[in-house]
């Protein structure tokens, strides 16, 4: 069964740092695109960072800088390294997987709380 799970959230203060993990039980993960999205509340969810099945990164301009997304196919998962953490990322954290070659095949994790404090 497909199943996202996201972990790594918490609260920080600003300027702090927060690594947040994605385990993907999808098989062949090789063959999707990941990403990392956010919403806040009152907010619609938007995208944070992305990477191909090769490994190419786009990342969102509020993040671009600060926010490093990483892969490893071997354990199937995906990684967010957040640095100077802002009260504004304040978000829910939702881990994103999408078959390359059929993108009807779209996985959502069910997210973790991301808190910054000023």
């Known amino acids: 069964q497909v199943q996202l799970v996201e972990s790594g959230g918490g609260l920080v203060q600003a300027g702090g740092s927060l690594r947040l993990s994605c385990a993907a039980s999808?098989?062949?993960?090789?063959?999707?695109?990941m990403g990392w999205y956010r919403q806040a509340p009152g907010k619609q969810r938007e995208l944070v960072a992305t990477i191909t099945t090769g490994g190419s990164t786009n990342y969102a301009d509020a993040v671009k800088g600060r926010f490093t997304i990483s892969r490893d196919n071997a354990k199937n998962a995906v990684y967010l390294q957040m640095n100077s953490l802002k009260p504004e990322d304040t978000a829910v954290y939702y881990c994103?997987?999408?078959?390359?070659?059929?993108?009807?095949?779209?996985?959502w994790g069910q997210g973790t709380q991301v808190t910054v404090s000023s």
């Open positions: 994103n997987a999408v078959l390359v070659y059929n993108r009807s095949y779209n996985y």
């Open positions: 999808v098989s062949i993960f090789s063959r999707y695109a």
